[in-house]
């Protein structure tokens, strides 16, 4: 599955609308083979970009600045309720031994982060960024991000991955447990390949582990929920100035992917750190 991106690289509506399709598909197959015990079933799913710039850089900003002008409170709940249906879909893998796997080759920010982290393997590049400007203005990642971090690190360090909103390396955080397989630039397909090639005679260890994961360290569709109703409170209160940043972030989005061989110049990132 692979985002392919005409405009700014977000999750608008239209890609949220394929993802919904594509993971209905999806599901259908594989619970079909899971039933009937086919021998061959799909066992993998690997998310990645067409453009190995730029996996997601999160939300339809614009659009949500639409939304929070005229106040519409079931637009904006709406939209998040798409964003945590498909997260929710990846991180319980359909519901049945399965294995989802993000490839990210470039930048992930935001609900671009989030929806790597909602895969049960995270496989990054070197030259991967990742970071949640939420915070920068007056927001906060609000489509599992913390609920997903907390099942990789600790609490506190997952807590100053949203607040202090800077961009991290791939391999900062390869190192804190964040990304689970760290590759060289280019090789990021080979490794994904490579992985499911391992596993693949081993693969009911794998799905086992992964049951525990999901006893131990359960993410809940009501948790989801319940921080989605937080994210809209949030949004509908936020200043003009907050706005304007807001607005400010969907421009250089938009700028960087149309002109720019990166995504994060200088001047975007000081300011995701200030």
């Given at each position: 599955?692979?985002?392919?991106?005409?405009?700014?690289?977000?999750?608008?509506?239209?890609?949220?609308?394929?993802?919904?399709?594509?993971?209905?598909?999806?599901?259908?197959?594989?619970?079909?083979?899971?039933?009937?015990?086919?021998y061959n079933r799909l066992l993998?799913?690997?998310?990645?970009?067409?453009?190995?710039?730029?996996?997601?850089?999160?939300?339809?900003?614009a659009y949500f600045i639409r939304?929070?002008?005229?106040?519409?409170?079931?637009?904006?709940?709406?939209?998040?309720?798409?964003?945590?249906?498909?997260?929710?879909?990846?991180?319980?893998?359909?519901?049945?031994?399965?294995?989802?796997?993000?490839?990210?080759?470039?930048?992930?920010?935001?609900?671009?982060?989030?929806?790597?982290?909602?895969?049960?393997?995270?496989?990054?590049?070197?030259?991967?960024?990742?970071?949640?400007?939420?915070?920068?203005?007056?927001?906060f990642p609000g489509m599992g991000?913390?609920?997903?971090?907390?099942?990789?690190?600790?609490?506190?360090?997952?807590?100053?991955?949203?607040?202090?909103?800077?961009?991290?390396?791939?391999?900062?955080?390869?190192?804190?447990?964040?990304?689970?397989?760290?590759?060289?630039?280019?090789?990021?397909?080979?490794?994904?390949?490579?992985?499911?090639?391992?596993?693949?005679?081993?693969?009911?260890?794998?799905?086992?582990?992964?049951?525990?994961?999901?006893?131990?360290?359960?993410?809940?569709?009501?948790?989801?929920?319940?921080?989605?109703?937080?994210?809209?409170?949030?949004?509908?209160?936020?200043?003009?100035?907050?706005?304007?940043?807001?607005?400010?972030?969907?421009?250089?989005?938009?700028?960087?992917?149309?002109?720019?061989?990166?995504?994060?110049?200088?001047?975007?990132?000081?300011?995701?750190?200030?």
């Open positions: 599955m692979e985002f392919k991106y005409q405009h700014r690289p977000c999750f608008s509506r239209g890609l949220l609308d394929d993802l919904s399709t594509v993971q209905r598909v999806i599901k259908q197959i594989v619970h079909t083979g899971y039933h009937q015990g086919q993998f799913q690997i998310i990645a970009s067409t453009d190995n710039r730029v996996f997601n850089l999160g939300g339809d900003l939304l929070i002008g005229a106040g519409n409170r079931d637009g904006l709940r709406q939209y998040a309720k798409n964003c945590i249906d498909i997260q929710y879909t990846s991180i319980m893998h359909y519901g049945v031994p399965f294995t989802t796997l993000a490839l990210v080759e470039g930048t992930a920010l935001g609900g671009g982060f989030e929806a790597a982290l909602s895969a049960n393997i995270l496989i990054a590049e070197a030259r991967a960024r990742f970071g949640f400007p939420e915070v920068t203005f007056g927001m991000a913390l609920s997903l971090l907390i099942r990789r690190i600790n609490p506190a360090m997952a807590r100053r991955l949203i607040m202090d909103h800077r961009v991290y390396t791939a391999s900062e955080l390869y190192e804190l447990g964040v990304v689970d397989i760290l590759v060289q630039d280019g090789q990021g397909r080979k490794a994904a390949a490579d992985f499911m090639q391992r596993n693949i005679n081993k693969v009911h260890g794998l799905h086992g582990f992964q049951a525990a994961v999901d006893r131990i360290l359960p993410v809940t569709y009501d948790e989801l929920n319940d921080i989605v109703e937080l994210w809209v409170d949030n949004a509908l209160q936020l200043s003009e100035k907050n706005r304007r940043l807001m607005a400010y972030f969907a421009r250089a989005q938009t700028k960087r992917f149309a002109t720019s061989d990166s995504l994060i110049n200088e001047e975007d990132s000081q300011l995701i750190s200030n």
